[in-house]
């Protein structure tokens, strides 16, 4: 983005035109004095063209990383098959996978990928409980503390982890939404991150979408949910 316009001015010249004067008239006076020792008008400047982006060093950013749901919340439920081991709480004789035990491990393994390689981050939560690692009573209570742990953190970008369930099966893959409203750089955060999970994961690429929910409308960061 261009952040200013150079205003070039433009310079004008006047010519004096010569008088053809009688015998009867004083001379003419003297013609003015040779400009050939003053140095030449400097160019005018060039607009300049668009800024290269701003390249910031990893501890220079501060992540937001929310996992969904959480506490007396489980999000979806998945059922698996008898003997299937998950690594995660065991839920309902081993039988149940919840949303938020994914959501919160896969949000610890991003951390420490991103800490490893220099980045600082905040959890909106780190255990089973809401956001903060508090309870609550409402899910908008919850959902506004995620916000605003982000926003009083000064967090530079904001990433809620997610993980949808379909009851029929029919609809499956990957896909990350951003505001409807979303800046610029929420869209290109959006974008970037489908694009690499898409080519990572290989799940069916179901795009980048647009959406109310409140963690992306009541950020101050570019945000995205996945």
Same mark, same amino acid.
């Not at 299937?84 to 996978?97: E, H, I, N, P, V």
């Given at each position: 983005?261009?952040?200013?316009?150079?205003?070039?001015?433009?310079?004008?010249?006047?010519?004096?035109?010569?008088?053809a004067?009688?015998?009867d008239?004083?001379?003419?006076?003297?013609?003015p004095?040779?400009?050939?020792?003053?140095?030449p008008p400097?160019?005018?400047?060039?607009?300049?063209?668009?800024?290269?982006?701003?390249v910031?060093?990893?501890?220079?950013l501060?992540?937001?990383?929310?996992?969904?749901?959480?506490?007396?919340?489980?999000?979806?439920?998945?059922?698996?098959?008898?003997?299937?081991?998950?690594?995660?709480?065991?839920?309902?004789?081993?039988?149940?996978?919840?949303?938020?035990?994914?959501n919160?491990?896969v949000?610890?393994?991003?951390? @420490?990928?991103? *800490? =490893?390689?220099?980045?600082?981050?905040?959890? !909106?939560?780190? +255990? /089973?409980?809401?956001?903060?690692?508090?309870p609550?009573?409402?899910?908008?209570?919850?959902l506004?503390?995620?916000?605003?742990?982000?926003?009083?953190?000064?967090a530079?970008?904001?990433i809620?982890?997610?993980?949808?369930?379909?009851?029929?099966?029919?609809? @499956?893959?990957? *896909? =990350?939404?951003?505001?409807?409203?979303?800046? !610029?750089?929420? +869209? /290109?955060?959006?974008?970037?991150?489908?694009?690499?999970?898409?080519?990572?994961?290989?799940?069916?690429?179901?795009?980048?979408?647009?959406?109310?929910?409140h963690?992306?409308r009541?950020t101050?960061?570019?945000?995205?949910?996945?």
């Amino acid at each position: 983005m261009i952040r200013g316009l150079v205003l070039l001015g433009a310079v004008i010249a006047t010519a004096v035109p010569a008088i053809a004067l009688g015998d009867d008239v004083p001379p003419p006076l003297e013609p003015p004095a040779s400009r050939a020792s003053e140095p030449p008008p400097a160019p005018p400047a060039a607009a300049p063209g668009p800024e290269a982006p701003v390249v910031r060093r990893p501890d220079e950013l501060l992540i937001a990383i929310d996992p969904g749901h959480g506490g007396a919340d489980p999000g979806a439920i998945g059922v698996l098959p008898p003997g299937t081991r998950t690594g995660l709480t065991r839920r309902r004789g081993g039988r149940a996978l919840l949303e938020k035990d994914v959501n919160l491990d896969v949000s610890r393994r991003l951390q @420490r990928w991103l *800490e =490893t390689r220099g980045y600082r981050t905040i959890m !909106t939560r780190t +255990r /089973d409980r809401g956001a903060g690692d508090l309870p609550y009573r409402r899910e908008g209570e919850d959902l506004a503390r995620r916000s605003r742990i982000a926003n009083e953190a000064g967090a530079d970008l904001f990433i809620s982890v997610h993980a949808n369930a379909s009851l029929t099966g029919a609809f @499956r893959g990957t *896909e =990350t939404y951003h505001f409807y409203v979303a800046s !610029t750089g929420g +869209r /290109d955060l959006a974008r970037s991150v489908q694009e690499r999970m898409i080519a990572r994961i290989g799940l069916p690429n179901r795009g980048v979408r647009r959406a109310g929910f409140h963690v992306l409308r009541a950020t101050t960061m570019p945000a995205v949910l996945v």
